[in-house]
């Protein structure tokens, strides 16, 4: 088979993780390499099997659209406010620039409704088409096309075909998965197999678009440059106007948080209100490591974990669409799982697939999760607590919600003195997990809250009781002899997720144990200053190798150390992590703290909900500690 079109200096053909362009339309996700090259796409929905899946092996499928045998970019960015991509070529007689963006348009379903939307239909829709334009901005510009999707993770390659009478139009259909595309575009289609090519000279002024669609019926496809033009304009101004909703600081942190929000409005599956943990799967936490998972699921906890981050913002209404979501799975499966498919399916069974060589030789390359079959007893007080903030700041809860919320917090006063896998999901022992307790009495607390706010007083007043029961043995069993909090019952061994401990309100900052615990997993649990989630040599956590500095974790430290009065320290560790960004402000999951290589899927929700609570948490002490200073006159 044919190799992506992509080089790299130092010996491998894989561009770092962190130079991957991340494109979006709620419904769709997309990762375009340096070169112009989309290596990973699935499609209909996030966790379909991949078309153009070479980010995983140079021969499973890429689209490029570019510049002939010119690689590197001269420059790249995301148009302002939007998940548009924008690429400038110079090449030797003259200068192209590329944009590209998954687009979203007006509403469009007016003839029948949606077979795969559940939430209430907004002034926006997903047209699934992706999109690529190109202009000749000075001299001549040789320009290429290659379009050669490997469907079904790249097991399945076929054939193009012509559509129409012309050259404008070729179609590829694969009966296994049911996946038809389209391209079109304003040049002359050259169909050789898998490969659609086209290969043209562009004059100064000169322009071109290329679209392909995935859409069954009624495909939205562009026939002229100028309602290519035109689509792009309509995803620039829905991107804005969402953004425009949010509530940044004027702070030069503010590119981050407009960055983070739109990364995770982009990883929503409109839809179902679902959110991505990130956009794929695979990209290993080690370099040429097993450590590689499928993300390309909704995690109950980092989907209400990045709530708090949008919260954080003003842009809540997606937690209306997510609660939802969660009522539904509830309602069909019973109790909650840890995971779920973005269209609410329960089953995740995991595979191998070997004939992958995997990101950089990183192997094995995995689908589905079998973590979704775990017990992992945070997740009912990360989803009260959430649905808790949300309510508070409402004066609303879903009567539809509620009775879902109920067994929840009973699901927690019943199992918290179990052992679980905990918040990372280990697939070593079940052991006693300090913060999964910690995380059961959340439950408890905001439940009783939240019957509080409903007039329930008798169930209240039980789940306050069992809370305080909780508490009590956490102080008593989770706490080491120095009173630090420690990973589990019995442990000496330190855990990151024990930062939540003051941000959760499970005891005060000013609390000994609260600065003693922050202040030793600042101390001992870092490499080069940057957090481990645990010590892989002390955790059994089923899976052999070292793992990169889990950047959520640094980013929790940079909170908790606001929280214990440290607002110099949290700075100074903010401003690294924000300089470790990707080129285009987008974060991994985890970072190599001695080179800054990012590590593990991308881009991920955790990572950026994270940075948000940080960032805001630093802006808003340093804003109260100017308040607080006396002014020069006095």
Known sequence: MAHSPTRRLGGSPFPPIAEYAFLSDCETTCLVAPSGNVEWMCVPRPDAPSVFGSILDRSAGGFRFGPERIMIPAGRRYLPGTNVMETTWQTP?????????????????????????????????????????????????????????????????????????????????NAETGVTLRLRTDLRLGLDGRRALVRTTLKEGDTAFVALTWRARDPMLPTTYAQALAAVESTTEFWRQWLSRGMFPDHPWRRHLQRSALALK?????????????????????????????????WIRDSTFALWGLYTLGLDYEANDFFSFIADVCEENGDIQVMYRVGGESDLEEQVLGHLSGYDGATPVRVGNDAYKQRQHDVWGTVLDSVYLHTKSRDYLSERLWPVLVRLAESAATHWREPDRGIWEVRGEPRHFTTSKMMCWVALDRGRRLAQMRGDLKTAARWKTIAEEIHADVCAHGVDDRGVFTQYYGSTSLDASALLVPLLGFLPASDDRVKATVLAIADELTIDGLVLRYRTDETDDGIGGEEGAFLICSFWLVSALVEIGELHRARQLCERLLSMASPLDLFAEEVDAATGRHLGNFPQAFTHLALITATMYVIRAEDAEAYARPSPST
């Open 93 to 173: 007689n003259g200068w192209l620039i590329v944009t590209d963006c998954l687009v979203i348009g007006r509403w469009h379903r007016t003839a029948a409704r949606s077979n795969t939307h559940r939430r209430t239909p907004m002034d926006w829709d997903a047209e699934h088409v992706l999109l690529r334009t190109a202009r000749c901005e000075h001299g001549q510009v040789d320009l290429s096309l290659l379009c050669e999707p490997n469907f079904d993770y790249g097991r399945k390659p076929e054939s193009w075909e012509y559509e129409g009478e012309g050259y404008s139009s070729g179609i590829i259909t």
């Open 266 to 298: 982009g990883l929503t599956y409109a839809p179902t209100g679902a959110l991505l943990a990130a956009a794929t799967t695979s990209l290993p936490e080690t370099p040429q490591g097993q450590r590689n998972w499928d993300y390309r699921y909704s």
